[in-house]
């Protein structure tokens, strides 16, 4: 018999919830209301596979059909659960969970389809290439995240090779109107890089297997200027004065650590990166202590710089207080402790050099009397080393080959095989000592080195 009707179903509430039933077969389920004080609302009821009765919500009811089910349409989801049922699915709301489940990963895959080919995916492909290369990879992977991945979202998820020049031209010139002109010129570059790293890697076995994937076959940066104009090269130099002074304030940190305390990593990067001529940063401190060979004194540093495939080696001899530096070091260090650490577990990075040496200099600044002219920086460490060197008459070649820059022409790479050991030793020797002589304050001529007569 049923009980369900719209006479009942618009029935008062009589203080007590009641549930009315509709009518049905043996072992087909069936369509029953509840009706609350509220409310009243449709279920379907059934057994399931274990003889448990169970029941699935429909929808409430209103007879207007607007905020609810109509008395007809709950019957009709009923008849279609129903037939549901009867065919044999018998726990209904497991069936309805597995539906859900397959929407949800079906949605996934079709988000991680859409994601394939983005300009993000690109760019991460691009850093992570860099980072596995041993290349500079964090600062493009913030310029990525500053401009792009936060500054332009909708960008970021277009596919890459739907992105036009237009597109970009207005991205990087928005940077430009903003009076950042050398953040556009990085972000240009490296933009570029990206493009070209994914169109070569399909023809390019050597280049990541991955950015094939990413069907990109146009550079929409390649017709973009190079915005030279905000290029400018910096051309602070110290002078003996205030490399005297900052050298002087490396020994009074120095001075400050306890015997029984491990040596200051900052400090010692930096002091090695001076008496090694002007050493990069970054090269310097991804050396390893296998790296390091106190019996032969030499150090090798892995220089990755331009378009090399793989990183070239940069042996460099070591003068006795280099050599000091590098035996203190390994001797304070922990078992799996990079050489260069601040917490004994992670390396100190060069961004953190870089704020070391700014502190440095805003304290020369300040000193009464100023103990440099104008401020400085970390880069301008290595410039003072090579223009010091060249006013000592070490030629070109030779700090070419102890600073590891402008070796990849034709004649480097083919056919000069010469190590250039001796002249590198007796420059940073040399060196060295007029190190010494300009801490000590010594205003003496530099003598430039001469070259031995052919016999």
Not at 188 to 195: E, K, S, T
Not at 226 to 234: H, I, T, V
Not at 254 to 265: G, T, W
Request: with cysteine; aromatic share 6%; charged share 30%.
């Amino acid at each position: 018999m049923n009980e369900i009707s719209s006479t009942t179903l618009r029935a008062k509430w009589t203080g007590k919830d009641r549930t009315l039933t509709d009518g049905g077969g043996w072992g087909a389920g069936r369509l029953i209301a509840v009706q609350r004080r509220d409310e009243t609302v449709f279920f379907f009821r059934y057994f399931d596979s274990k003889g448990r009765k169970s029941r699935i919500v429909i929808g409430p009811f209103d007879p207007n059909d607007t905020r609810g089910l109509t008395l007809q349409a709950a019957r009709d989801r009923a008849a279609e659960l129903s037939t549901l049922y009867r065919s044999g699915v018998r726990d209904l709301h497991e069936h309805f969970e597995d539906l859900r489940r397959e929407k949800e990963q079906a949605e996934a895959r079709a988000r991680e389809e859409g994601n394939r080919g983005t300009v993000r995916e690109l760019l991460i492909e691009y850093t992570g290439h860099l980072e596995m290369c041993g290349k500079g990879w964090r600062e493009p992977t913030n310029l990525f995240t500053r401009n792009i991945f936060k500054g332009a979202p909708q960008l970021a998820c277009r596919r890459a090779n739907d992105v036009t020049v237009d597109d970009f031209v207005r991205l990087i010139g928005k940077l430009v109107q903003a009076g950042k002109g050398r953040t556009a010129g990085k972000l240009r570059g490296y933009l570029r890089a990206a493009y070209s790293l994914a169109i070569r890697a399909k023809t390019d076995p050597s280049a990541p297997m991955s950015m094939r994937a990413l069907g990109i076959n146009q550079n929409p940066i390649g017709s973009i200027g190079a915005l030279p104009q905000f290029n400018r090269a910096r051309d602070r130099t110290l002078s003996a004065e205030e490399l005297a002074a900052f050298l002087k304030r490396l020994d009074s940190i120095d001075a400050e650590i306890k015997p029984d305390e491990k040596p200051n990593a900052k400090v010692d990067a930096v002091r090695l990166c001076l008496l090694l001529g002007g050493q990069r940063p970054a090269q310097l401190l991804r050396v390893r202590p296998l790296d390091v060979d106190l019996a032969a004194g030499t150090i090798l540093l892995l220089d990755p710089k331009g378009r090399r495939q793989q990183p070239r080696r940069h042996v460099l001899p070591l003068t006795k207080k280099a050599l000091a530096t590098l035996d203190r070091r390994l001797k304070h260090r922990g078992a799996d402790e990079p050489l260069f650490s601040i917490d004994g577990e992670t390396g100190v990075r060069p961004e953190t050099l870089s704020v070391f040496v700014g502190d440095i200099a805003k304290a020369m600044m300040q000193a009464d009397p100023p103990e440099a002219r104008e401020d400085f920086d970390l880069r301008d460490l290595r410039r003072t080393c090579e223009t010091m060197l060249a006013g000592m008459g070490v030629s070109s070649d030779v700090r070419a080959q102890i600073q590891s820059h402008g070796l990849g022409g034709v004649q480097a790479r083919h056919y000069d095989r010469h190590s250039y050991a001796l002249e590198k030793r007796g420059a940073l020797e040399k060196w060295s000592r007029h190190l010494d002589r300009i801490k000590a304050g010594d205003k003496a001529k530099v003598i430039p080195m001469r070259r031995k007569r052919a016999k």
